[in-house]
């Protein structure tokens, strides 16, 4: 192959390379997850104490219609499911102040932490790394491993599944 047809090849594959986005970081699979953030309910949320439990991860923000569906989700799963050892933490990526995110929570009748993204966690220095999309919905065993991660609009039966076969 002469040398100008390789590099136009090349050069064409470089280009298809930059124009994929990069997939988005998971969070790791092979130690538990280690995270201490503060909540508008005081208590800061220790994902450690929580072990034991299936623990339901949401991150979300209040200005996210999204979010504020998979709440009515949430509470009809908690429901179900907190006898069985399901817990739930939501972590408010939100700007606003403590007192907007508290109003909100009040509003929707959220009864599990609602955590406040602290810059560190923001910036995907925390134990769950990057969070490229809100929502996203990660789900921890007993033990504290993540073992469902997803980001967008979640199917509630799919969702109870996850949950079920963990509990």
């Known amino acids: 192959m002469p040398a100008s047809s390789l590099a136009t090849v090349l050069f064409a594959l470089c280009l298809g390379c930059?124009?994929?986005?990069?997939?988005?970081?998971?969070?790791?699979?092979?130690?538990?997850?280690?995270?201490?953030?503060?909540?508008?309910?005081?208590?800061?949320?220790?994902?450690?104490?929580?072990?034991?439990?299936?623990v339901l991860i949401d991150v979300m923000a209040t200005w996210s219609v999204v979010s504020q569906s998979e709440v009515r989700t949430f509470q009809r799963l908690l429901v179900a499911y907190r006898e069985r050892g399901l817990r739930i933490v939501s972590i408010a990526m939100d700007s606003q102040t403590p007192q907007l995110v508290s109003v909100w929570v009040e509003t929707l009748g959220i009864v599990w932490p609602m955590a406040l993204a602290t810059p560190e966690f923001i910036e995907g220095r925390s134990?769950?790394?990057?969070?490229?999309?809100?929502?996203?919905?990660?789900?921890?065993?007993?033990?504290?491993?993540?073992?469902?991660d997803r980001s967008g609009m979640i199917d509630p039966a799919e969702l109870a599944k996850v949950i079920e076969s963990m509990l």
């Open 127 to 148: 134990a769950l790394g990057r969070i490229p999309e809100i929502p996203r919905t990660m789900i921890l065993d007993r033990r504290g491993f993540v073992r469902f």
């Open 18 to 54: 930059a124009s994929e986005s990069p997939p988005a970081p998971k969070a790791p699979t092979d130690v538990p997850i280690e995270l201490v953030l503060p909540t508008v309910q005081g208590p800061a949320a220790d994902l450690a104490s929580l072990r034991g439990n299936v």
